[in-house]
Structures are given as structure tokens and as C-alpha cells.
């Protein structure tokens, strides 16, 4: 019998997800060196066996944006599409396993929202012999709490997605919630909305730098969110409320930063970087690698970056939320009690963003 060589699996979706990998490899909590990761296309296999080491095997995920809407607008050409794209991750999951023999594995998840990861798990429980499967701290989902609305789409989901998809997709909210976790890694063990006896919930180091001085610092951060690409508005929306944000920076003297998320089309970015002298910041590294006590100001929307901002200590009166809603849960409202929050499509944006402009 050949030798179980690979017994960490990990997949990585975004660069912060690595990152959060590479932080407990270095720790000794695991060692990623002869790990599989499964990579998302904006992941680089060069990069992760940079961080994590050469031997680690590495395969693109075949990824495909699946959303209820695009198969609502045409069921008859889209539903058999969904279902043969879903037996091909699970087809491809099963034998990149198979292939390097393995049998007794560790699983390594950011989050079990998507569909591939969804089928990794289905697989890994129904012919693997599990030891453990953990899920890392990637952002604000795993700090939120479920809605009735939640609750509801759960149960639609266990009902409606065997006959679309073949399988059985689990609706998720809260991250890290998934009854085959049996580890938890986060870096803010007290706000975690949900606990089980069943579970290990470890925290993460903490990485503090000492406090800088950003005041008289004319340089603003922007970390935009994929809101057209989520659905929540049209890129032209996204644009002319950006463009109205952009031009009252600018107007004050201030120099603009445009840290894009990973899964934005930056191309909707290209008129407001030009109009406005924008340094632009590529989307293909985390945004957690950046001294954010280069900039006197950071201004997102809704980011996940705020819990590194926190951590590290930047000053949180210069520090501006701009989001659909007042949609924050206990640990952001904790945070940012002295914050300064903006609706992004309130009537009054022009009025609400000069009343906070440092």
C-alpha cells in the first residue's frame, strides 16, 4: 500500500485566506508543507508554494460563478448546466484525492459557503477518514448572527437545491458554523455568536503594532466591495456614488488609495482613477499586508479588513464606514463606537460625507 503522504487539504479562495494558512504553518500549528490546496483562480500556485513550501500540490479549482439568478432567468438551459458544472467539482475534488492516495486527511476552510467547498466536504465525509476539519477566521461572517430570514433560506435551501443541483447546498450565514467543524480558529474568540461543546475554538495570535501618529496625514485609504458584483446595485450606481466620495477627498487636498476587493472588475474603477489622480493598489494581494499607518485616513464598505484595522490598533475615529445599511452585529459596534458611519445610498451622501471629512 502506497504511503498517505498528503493529509492536509486546504482551499484557498482569496490572498487573506492564505495568509491566515501561512500564520498558523509559521506558528507550528500545522505543517502546510505537504499539503494539497485546492486554489481559486485569483490564487497564485507559485505564491502559496512561496509561503507554504515547494512540495506543496497545488490545483485550480475549475471555478464557476454559480448564482439563483442567472438560473431563475432561463431554468430549462441553466438547471442541467448547474448540475453537470456540480458533478464536475465533485468529480475533480475526488480524484486529485484518489490520485495521491489519500485516505486519512485534515481539512482547512476559510468558509463552507461556496458550492466546491460544499462538495469537498460531501466527499471527504462519504470516503475519507476525517481527523479533522477546521475553519479559519477569514472576515465579519463568522461574527454575525442568523435573521429569521436566515432560518427561512436554510430551509428553502435543504428543499429546492437536490432538485436543481443534484445535491443537496447547505444555506450558510454565520461561517464556521457547519456541523462537520470540529476546530474553530479565530481572532475574536468572545464575539463568535454561536459555541459548541462539540468544538475546539482556538485564537489566533494576535499581530499589534504599536500605535502610530496618522494626524496631519493627507493620505486617504479607500477598500471597495464587490456591491455590483453581489448584486446589491448596477456598476454605473457604484461608480457615480464613488465618483461623488472621490471628488469631496479631492476637493479637501487629499491624495486617494484604491485597494479593490479580490473579486471586483476593477475595469468599472478606470474613469474615477483617471478623473481623480487615484494610486491604484492591485486587487491580487491581501489588503493585510499594507501599513495602514501610512494613511491618515481609511474609508470601506462594509470590508472584513476592519478587523485587522482593530487588531492592529489605527485610530478608530479616522476611520469611515460607508455601507448599504446600518447592518453591523455586536463585534463591529463594539469596535467602532467611534466611528463614523455612512449610508452609501442615503439622499443626504454629499451632506453626511462633509460632516466627517477630517
Not at 504553518?25 to 483562480?41: N, R, T, W
Not at 430551509?155 to 436543481?164: D, M, N, R
Not at 459548541?196 to 475554538?201: H, L, M, P
Not at 483617471?274 to 470601506?300: C, I, P, Q, R, T
Amino acid at each position: 500500500m502506497k504511503e498517505n503522504k498528503y493529509r492536509e487539504i486546504a482551499v484557498i479562495l482569496t490572498p487573506f485566506q492564505l495568509m491566515q494558512l501561512e500564520l498558523l504553518h509559521k506558528q507550528g500549528e500545522v505543517d502546510l508543507s505537504k499539503a494539497i490546496c485546492f486554489l481559486s483562480p485569483i490564487i497564485s500556485s507559485n505564491e502559496v508554494q512561496r509561503v507554504l513550501g515547494a512540495d506543496v500540490l497545488c490545483y485550480e479549482i475549475p471555478w464557476v460563478d454559480i448564482r439563483f439568478t442567472t438560473i431563475i432567468k432561463n431554468p430549462f438551459l441553466e438547471v442541467p448546466k448547474h448540475r453537470k458544472l456540480i458533478a464536475n467539482f465533485k468529480e475533480f475534488a475526488q480524484k486529485t484525492l484518489s490520485d495521491n492516495n489519500v485516505q486519512e486527511l485534515t481539512l482547512w476552510l476559510g468558509t463552507e459557503k461556496d458550492i466546491f467547498t460544499q462538495s469537498l466536504m460531501n466527499i471527504s465525509l462519504q470516503d475519507f477518514i476525517i481527523k479533522d476539519v477546521c475553519a479559519i477566521d477569514e472576515g465579519l461572517g463568522f461574527y454575525g448572527t442568523s435573521s429569521m430570514k436566515d432560518y427561512f433560506m436554510k430551509l428553502l435551501y435543504v428543499l429546492i437545491t437536490p432538485l436543481i443541483f443534484g445535491q443537496k447546498i447547505y444555506y450558510t450565514s454565520v461561517l464556521g458554523s457547519h456541523s462537520m467543524f470540529t476546530k474553530v480558529y479565530a481572532r475574536f474568540l468572545d464575539y463568535l455568536p454561536y459555541k459548541r461543546s462539540s468544538v475546539e475554538y482556538i485564537e489566533l495570535s494576535p499581530i499589534v503594532e504599536s500605535g502610530k501618529n496618522v494626524e496631519n496625514n493627507k493620505n486617504v485609504l479607500f477598500f471597495t466591495s464587490p456591491l455590483a458584483e453581489d448584486g446589491h446595485c448596477s456598476e454605473s450606481e457604484e461608480a457615480n456614488r464613488l465618483d461623488t466620495i472621490f471628488k469631496l477627498f479631492s476637493e479637501k487636498g487629499y491624495t486617494l488609495y484604491l485597494k479593490p476587493h479580490p473579486r471586483e472588475n476593477v475595469t468599472k474603477y478606470n474613469g474615477l482613477i483617471d478623473n481623480y489622480s487615484v494610486e491604484y493598489l492591485s486587487k491580487e494581494y491581501s489588503a493585510e499586508k499594507l501599513d495602514y499607518f501610512s494613511f491618515g485616513s481609511v474609508v470601506h464598505f462594509g470590508s472584513s479588513v476592519i478587523l485587522d484595522l482593530y487588531q492592529k490598533k489605527y485610530p478608530l475615529e479616522r476611520m469611515i464606514t460607508i455601507d448599504m445599511e446600518y447592518n453591523y452585529h455586536q463585534l463591529t459596534q463594539s469596535m467602532f463606537e467611534k466611528g463614523q458611519y455612512i449610508r452609501l445610498f442615503s439622499n443626504e451622501l454629499e451632506k453626511e460625507i462633509r460632516e466627517v471629512l477630517l
